[in-house]
């Protein structure tokens, strides 16, 4: 990448991170693990953003096929580096587990969409095409198949499936990236926020904390999510996209064996009874409430899909703000001399957090080029104003 000197000459000193989100921590342990001196600065607590809200499904298939955007420039881009964060997945999450002592429920068993009405064979057969078309690997089950496969699912026509998807136990990686990153030295500071940005002769050169105290960098990776920090380029502004979620108590054989991705709601199973079932999309919602409307219908949506889930109770219910840039893409890179940009993971921040920080690896000069995160660059054309 044409900017990894100009940072990796000046990054002997200390990394700041601005933020402890799926983004932020993933940097801070990455990078801690090569050797630089790494400080990452958190609101609240680690883990405890969108990443604590997250369905977390590593969904490089599905989001790729059924939910991108088919027309945007970067479709193929994108691809090319959900499926490179999935293919990080197994090696981090084995080092992670190592590190941490800490279980991740990492499973790659693939995601199933259940087809249950005609409009959704239609919507089932254009995302095959697409997916074909991407050269997204998928595979059919009939109507007796997806039964066999999954008996507590409601009847349906069949189903597709995206076997090279799977999921992450998204609080326990929260946890678990924390006390990894902490095992590699990284000085985590949390509750206290970042109110601004240092520059002096032409580049950042550190943070200002909410009490007016400084912190010096080397380099700032701000990962900071829909949190804004005063002067950051407008090309980091983040619309919050709130989804709410619901938890049922519910274990196998009423629990999915597999990720279900319906058209119209998901069921991930968690370690121990926990199923989670989401989300709603409300673009520019800043509010992090839930509301009883909404619940109401992801409940109703999640019955539907498993009759056995009339029986049992919501557990819990909560909201998180996804961070979209202005084109939906991430944005990952140099945003201007010693500053530098690891967030936008909007709908797949869980997912593509492990390519983000190797990319921002190689940025710093201590990982190996990562070229499928050059179309991300804050300074690609059109991030401003741009398609969503
Ligand atoms: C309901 C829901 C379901 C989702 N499901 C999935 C999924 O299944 N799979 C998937 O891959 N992705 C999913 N996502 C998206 C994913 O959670 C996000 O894209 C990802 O967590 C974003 O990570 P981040 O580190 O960029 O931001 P965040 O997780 O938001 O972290 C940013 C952190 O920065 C801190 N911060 C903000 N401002 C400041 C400041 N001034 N100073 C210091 N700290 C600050 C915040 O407190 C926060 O902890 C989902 C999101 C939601 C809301």
Known sequence: MSDTSIIADQAAGRIVVIGGGASGLSCAWRLAGAGLKVTLIEAGEPGGGALHASGGMLAAGFESAVELQPDHLLASAFVRFAEAASDLWPGWAERLQAESGRA?????????????TAEESERAAAAMDRARALGIETSRYDAAALHEAEPSLAR???????????????????????????GRGVDIIKGRS????????????????????????????LASGTGAISGAPPVMAMEPVKGQMIAFAAARPVAP????????IYLAAKPGTRLVAGATSEPGVEDPGTDDEAIARLTAAARAAIPGLVAAPVMERWAGLRPRTADSMPVIGEVEPGLLAAGGGYRNGVLLAPAIAEALAAYLGVGEDWPSAAPFSPRRPGLTGAER
């Open 257 to 264: 064996a597999h990720v279900v991705r319906g058209f119209s």
């Open 194 to 221: 970042v109110t601004g940005l240092e520059r002096s002769a032409g580049r950042v050169t550190g943070v200002t904390l909410d009490l007016g105290d400084p912190v010096d960098a080397e380099a700032v990776i």
């Open 104 to 116: 991740l429920g990492y499973e790659r068993r693939g995601s199933i969409i259940p087809i249950f």
């Open 156 to 182: 349906a026509l069949g189903a597709i499936v995206f076997p090279r998807d799977g999921q992450v136990d998204n609080r326990a990686l929260g946890k678990a990236l924390t006390e990894a990153a902490r």
